[in-house]
């Protein structure tokens, strides 16, 4: 690296990079310097995990690379696998479920908007939501679930209308024995179905022999089939609108 970068000082001057310039580096990409773009993508990791901006001027407070964000990290990965496999279907990064909370108009003296839940990706076919996924960096097949993420995912479940309310995590395993597993939220009173939350997870060996295997037909329908359990469950449909 140090080599690389006294090659390149001859010629390129250097620039401390923060938010501003990653983003202007975004913009600029076009089908001459798309190939770029997955060095892109983990210079920002890298970039945002380097420390705290206390605002878009001031530096990075520089702290130790143990730092690196893998959840950040694992979300970027399952967002492009989605994108890139889930034929037919868009996916939204971090979509707003808007509407969910509001403030009485007659009790908001402050004139405050609530904050909306925003899961990590949103599957639509068309203007239909389809799935709502979160990605986790966490083996919830041998570790338990926190509290916190059962009630984010339960948030995000409930936010669906009709009774087919469902919201998934998508995590990380190297147990080759790793299943799905699904939590029932019933009413407290009546004992009713409210909501269900599905753990799903994704085989890091098996999804790197997906991505390093030679293309061809058998190559792509597999990763096809992946994206599509990892976004509904096995043998599941989507939410219906």
Known sequence: MRRLSKVLGATVSKLRLDSLHLDEAWHTLDRRTNAYEPALRLIELLVGAEGVSLSQQSA???????????NRFFQALVSRFLREHLLGYEVQDEHRLCGMFAYDPHKNPQYRRATPPRPD?????????????????????????????????????????????????????????????AIIVHDPVTGGTQARLDLRPINLLRLDELLQAKESRPARDSRDRLASVLAFGVGASPISP
Do not use: C
């Open 121 to 181: 990706f949103a599957v639509f076919r068309g203007r239909q939501l389809k799935a709502v996924l979160d990605a986790k960096y966490r083996d919830l097949w041998e570790q338990p679930l926190p509290r916190e993420m059962l009630y984010q995912l339960v948030l995000y479940a409930l936010g669906h209308i009709g009774k087919d309310r469902r919201a998934a995590i998508v995590y990380p395993t190297l147990n080759a024995n790793a299943v799905e597993q």
């Open 60 to 70: 990075h407070l520089n702290l130790s690379g143990f730092l690196f964000d893998m």
